[in-house]
């Protein structure tokens, strides 16, 4: 039998009863924002996420790479919470709501009841119907996804170096990146240049600077939701920089040894996914109407149709800005969305009048190639080449949450781009426990 589970709630609010509880489920930029917004609200905000930290998510294929440790891009969320007297955070995974009951059900078997529900449990990548193919994949979409792939991509130069066997030699320099977005493009470059300079001096049996990589994209062109000629300036700049570019072709086979491009078999050590997203499975919890990738639709002001106390934001969550497309998933979307929700719900609870619908103020996209290269698109204005990576880097560097994180984001980066070199490039075995403990959704 399920067990009830009541957390303590605070005393009654001047006579007149219980405070509301405020349920977060998942301490992403949606979630965090939403916890933040409702920092004066009379309510017991409790945050719950199946990890303990708070992760960006855009700096992690550093991580991947070599250039920052895992502490640089993530921070514990009690402690971004620690000053918030109304917030009380728990690590506990959810799988299931009851809409009937007002609860969320943990996978501990555990319940918990809540007044009002924001659902901020972002999206996993997504295999176009192909799940077997995630097997023999590594996507980047956790810590532990990460240094999984620093742990691949530096033993396989490893091996290399003590193989006799040229073949295998080739398939252990061989890295295929899946996906030319953002994450495809800024992976494939950077581990292009990992090879072709940080490692090219270290080692005395193999040339590093041999290793493939390889980019492909389905469309005819990476970054496609880039304006102009930003996408061909991405292509240019990623084949400078040793990356074998392969537009309008697909894959077809993904198996423990490679995978098949347009017909042709390629071995390789590692698949680096970053194709399709899929939302994580709230709208399933719910029973509610989801968009193709499994976001739940939701109303103007986030909330789920038919239950007003129900909010869904962020890459969980299906927003139509009045177009007929939905918003994209990106970070100023979660966090724009999050603090709308939590401001709305602090109004309700006080009695104030609703906010208007939610609008999302587009600030721009950007997206970066290799150490010195990015591409920006401002809407009114483009920028590219160096004048466009020091921009995103600044831009980056403040977007991290705490200024620990900024400061020692700020030296490695230094230190990176001067030396060429890579702070964090030891091999631990972390990875190990990390894959028996990989998810996908
Ligand atoms: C590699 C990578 C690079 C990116 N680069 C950029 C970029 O440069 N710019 C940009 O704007 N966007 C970028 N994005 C997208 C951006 O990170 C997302 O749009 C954003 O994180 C969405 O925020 P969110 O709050 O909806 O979800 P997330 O930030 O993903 O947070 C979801 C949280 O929910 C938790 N959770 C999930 N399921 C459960 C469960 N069942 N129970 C409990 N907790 C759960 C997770 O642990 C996680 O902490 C990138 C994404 C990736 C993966």
């Known amino acids: 039998m399920r067990k009830a589970y009541e957390l303590r709630r605070s005393s009654k609010v001047s006579g007149v009863g219980m405070r509301p509880r405020i349920v977060i489920v998942g301490a992403g930029f949606g979630g965090i924002a939403a916890a933040r917004a409702l920092k004066r609200a009379e309510a017991d905000i409790l945050l719950i996420d199946r990890t303990n930290h708070h992760l960006f998510q855009p700096l992690l294929y550093q991580v991947a790479t070599a250039a920052l440790s895992p502490a640089d891009i993530a921070t514990a969320t009690r402690v971004l919470l620690r000053g918030q007297h109304n917030a009380t955070v728990i690590m506990a ?27 901020a449990t972002g999206a996993a990548y997504s295999f176009f ?9 590594q996507v980047l979409k956790s810590l532990d996804d990460a240094l999984d792939i620093r742990e691949r991509l530096l033993s396989a130069f490893e091996r290399a170096e003590q193989c006799d066997d040229r073949d295998e030699v080739k398939r252990l320099l061989t890295f295929v990146v899946v996906g030319g977005g953002p994450t495809g493009v800024e992976l494939a470059g950077t581990i292009a240049e990992l090879a072709r300079t940080t490692l090219a001096r270290d080692f005395r049996h193999i040339d590093p600077r041999s290793a493939r ?20 300036y991405a292509s240019k700049a990623l084949a400078s920089l040793g990356v074998d570019v392969r537009l309008g072709q697909a894959v077809s086979l993904v198996d423990a040894d490679g995978i098949v491009l347009a017909g042709e078999r390629i ?15 709230a709208a399933r919890w ?19 149709p038919d239950h007003p106390d129900i909010f869904a934001i962020g890459d969980v969550a299906s927003f139509d800005p009045g177009t007929g497309k939905p918003l994209p998933g990106l970070a100023p979307v979660a966090k724009q969305q999050g603090r709308y929700v939590g401001k709305l719900l602090a109004d309700r609870i006080a009695g104030r009048t609703s906010p208007q619908p939610f609008e999302y103020h587009d600030l721009g996209t950007m997206a970066v190639i290799g150490r010195s290269r990015a591409i920006a698109d401002f809407r009114s204005f483009q920028l590219k080449g160096l004048l466009a990576w020091v921009t995103w880097s600044m831009v980056h560097l403040m977007l991290l949450v705490d200024f620990r994180s900024r400061l020692l984001v700020y030296v490695n980066w230094s230190w990176a781009w001067f030396t060429y070199g890579r702070g964090a490039r030891l091999l631990t075995g972390q990875s190990n426990t990390a894959r028996s403990r990989r998810r996908t959704i």
């Open 267 to 281: 071995d390789a050590e590692m698949i680096l996914w970053c194709a399709g997203t899929q939302a994580r499975p």
């Open 213 to 232: 990589i390889i980019l492909c994209e389905a469309g005819q062109q990476v970054l496609g939701a880039f304006p102009k000629d930003l996408p061909a």
């Open 286 to 304: 719910l029973g509610a109407g989801s968009a193709r990738n499994g976001a739940v639709k939701v109303l103007p002001d986030c909330s789920v």
């Open 129 to 137: 119907g192909h799940d077997e193919w995630a097997e023999h994949s």
């Open 93 to 119: 995974e959810v799988v299931g709501v009851d809409t009937t009951d007002k609860a969320l059900n943990l996978a501990d078997g555990r319940s918990i009841t809540f007044d009002y529900l924001v659902l």
